[in-house]
């Protein structure tokens, strides 16, 4: 199936640990997305990346470090974590600024 | 500068009445448009995209959206509800950086459909 997966799609961890969340694409799209959703729903864009290229870096805690080895791949890496990274992390991808296309998401809990 | 408001946080319907769900954009420029949907415990789907083609977009599953310029408005309209359209949705404009697509999301309504 082409699609956006996103892996885990659970994680928790302690506080002050360091855990990535991976993302892969299958749909030959030149541009991938981190979102973060919070506990009231509302989503904000983290990161963007082109062609492995960062192009969006939204006022992020510097815990927080995207990585993209090929442009089907944009893993999230989080330093430090902290309680307030407690959220359902959202990868996606589109073609050169078309309609964006999300994976199932991460439900990260910090304890 | 971007944004959208979706007015209601929550609207409940009877299964087969109609849907609305209202939103409105700002934006600088003739702005690019979208409906998704979110069930619970679920990622993300995209119900329908405006790109300036035509007014009236249809989307899946029965859902449709009127672009009204006059009005900044890009409402969310079913003819008959079903339980299965109970959910989460977001309107959301987006910021073209020409290589990427800058989604701002509104807060979200949710949809309750009641027997």
């Known amino acids: 199936d082409t699609a956006v997966s996103q892996t885990p799609k659970y994680l928790v961890t302690q506080m002050g640990n360091d855990k990535s969340i991976k993302c892969e694409q299958n749909?030959?799209?030149?541009?991938m997305y981190w979102y973060k959703q919070d506990s009231k729903k509302f989503l904000k864009i983290m990161f963007s990346?082109?062609?492995?290229?960062?192009?969006i870096n939204e006022t992020v805690p510097n815990r927080f470090s995207p990585k993209s080895p090929d442009k089907a791949h944009l893993n999230l890496h989080i330093n430090s974590l902290e309680l307030g990274d407690s959220a359902v992390y959202f990868c996606?991808?589109?073609?050169?600024?078309?309609?964006?296309?999300f994976g199932q998401g991460t439900r990260l809990t910090v304890v | 500068a971007q944004s959208v408001t979706q007015l209601d946080s929550h609207v409940s319907v009877s299964e087969g009445t109609p849907v609305l769900l209202r939103c409105n954009y700002s934006s600088s420029y003739s702005p690019s448009l979208f409906w998704y949907v979110q069930h619970p415990n679920k990622g993300l789907q995209l119900l329908l995209k405006?790109?300036?083609?035509?007014?009236l977009v249809k989307g899946i599953n029965g859902f449709e959206a009127e672009f009204k310029k006059s009005e900044t408005s890009f409402h969310l309209t079913k003819p008959s509800a079903h339980m299965s359209d109970a959910a989460e949705y977001f309107c959301v404009v987006s910021g073209d950086t020409g290589t990427a697509s800058k989604l701002t999301f509104g807060t979200g309504t949710r949809l309750q459909v009641t027997l």
């Open positions: 996606a991808s589109s073609l050169r600024g078309s309609k964006s296309l």
């Open positions: 749909l030959g799209h030149d541009t």
């Open positions: 990346y082109n062609n492995k290229e960062l192009i």
């Open positions: 405006y790109t300036s083609a035509a007014t």
